[in-house]
């Protein structure tokens, strides 16, 4: 078979990507068609800036996920072909078996592995970790925030202290130190992820208690499902097969987390969350003088109440920018991870680890760093062009 020209290259990509297409097109038209009554969602969609944004996101989240689902990639990312080391793109490989793609789309690494279809389950990778960490990292900087900002005096001093100190480190070293196999021995990584998963269970129990708690025959059995069940999950996050940490037998545990991604997925809750803490504290102090705040006291309202049912929603607009641009810092942390070396295990297709492994023969091939340079690029594009449509959105409010 004769090598593909990029033009056949170019054609064939589109098409391994059609349910990619497919999901975006209907995902934009319901979206488009029931704006008006998707609020601050729907109103994305008025924003050229933010519909471009979006679209970049999710064309990556559904290419992780139908990556994953084995629907977009054409060879396995981990397998190696013989004769196909640092193969340009288009290369056909020799002797392909019947039901096997025949080419390497964008050209084989230093191991013989396919760029394109590691590029596809880095996606996977990026669209697993990134939005779950800063979502814990979200969870843990509003439950220690908003009580900071509302009640000042020590509370605030001390916790204000705790979040300055973490910053104070350079992140680089913090996670060289976290990463060390000496460092990950001790099980201080499963000890951190004890105290930061906890912080989920507290939010929910106390959002749940502030707002039903003058309906106690309603709120008692939510409380006991709810929390009942996030705490099996709790637990199945943090207990690991033959670590310090092992709470639940094999038969209950949800999940089989490899060390790596979990010190990974540690790290970064931790150096997220002091960032997280010192907006939700600003936007609280801020918000607490405001008259609806003290209509709240008057009617006599909890602490948490006003903190969680009043501050809390009028702060959504920054914090909903800051979630997304958030998810693109972590992103890019990530990929300086990989890049690295450090977490992830050698062999994850993860971008930046991908980057790394291609960089090394830059000056001689462009193809294996090149693909997850510009989805890195792409992603992280779009995470910004989606916080700013939705604070031009949110500013119209």
């Known amino acids: 078979m004769e090598p593909l020209t990029w033009g ?6 589109l098409t391994q990507f059609i349910p990619v297409w497919i999901a975006l097109a209907v995902l934009f038209g319901a979206s488009i068609a029931y704006k008006r009554k998707l609020g601050l969602y729907g109103k994305l969609f008025d924003s050229p800036i933010g519909m471009v944004g979006f679209g970049l996101v999710m064309f990556w989240v559904f290419t992780g996920l139908f990556g994953a689902m084995d629907l977009i990639v054409t060879h396995d990312p981990l397998s190696q072909v013989s004769g196909m080391k640092n193969k340009v793109p288009g290369t056909p490989m020799r002797g392909a078996e019947d039901g096997e793609y025949a080419y390497y789309l964008l050209g084989g690494d230093n191991l013989a592995r396919d760029v394109f279809s590691r590029m596809v389950s880095g996606a996977w990778v990026v669209v697993q970790i990134a939005p ?5 990292a979200f969870m843990v900087g509003i439950t220690l925030g908003l009580p900071a900002g509302y009640y000042g005096g020590r509370l605030d001093t001390l916790l204000s202290f705790l979040a300055n100190l973490i910053l104070a480190f350079p992140v680089i070293l913090l996670f060289y130190l976290l990463v060390t196999p000496e460092i990950v021995a001790t099980g201080v990584p499963n000890f951190m992820a004890i105290v930061l998963f906890i912080f989920p269970l507290i939010f929910v129990g106390v959002l749940l208690n502030s707002r039903y708690y003058t309906q106690p025959s309603f709120r008692t059995p939510l409380l006991i499902g709810v929390l009942g069940v996030m705490l099996w999950l709790y637990l199945s996050l943090i207990s690991e097969a033959g670590s310090v940490v092992q709470v639940l037998p094999g038969f209950l545990d949800l999940f089989d987390i490899p ?10 809750v931790f150096v997220n969350s002091p960032t997280v803490f010192r907006i939700v504290r600003g936007l609280a102090m801020d918000i607490k003088t405001r008259d609806y705040v003290a209509a709240a006291q008057t009617r006599g ?11 809390l929603p009028n702060a959504r607009g920054p914090l909903i920018v800051d979630f997304c641009l958030r998810i693109g810092y972590t992103t890019i942390l990530l990929g300086t991870l990989g890049f ?7 062999e994850s297709p993860d971008w930046g680890s991908t980057i790394n492994e291609g960089r090394k023969l830059l000056s001689i091939y462009l193809h294996p760093a090149l693909p997850p340079a510009v989805a890195l690029l792409s992603l992280v594009l779009g995470l910004n062009l989606l916080a700013d449509g939705l604070r031009e959105e949110s500013l119209k409010d």
């Open 340 to 346: 690295f070396g450090l977490g992830l295990p050698p």
């Open 301 to 311: 309202e909890g602490p948490w109440y006003i903190m969680l049912w009043e501050i």
């Open 132 to 136: 779950l960490a800063t979502l814990f």
């Open 259 to 268: 060390g790596g991604i979990l010190v990974v997925f540690v790290s970064v």
């Open 8 to 13: 056949a290259i170019i054609v064939r990509l």
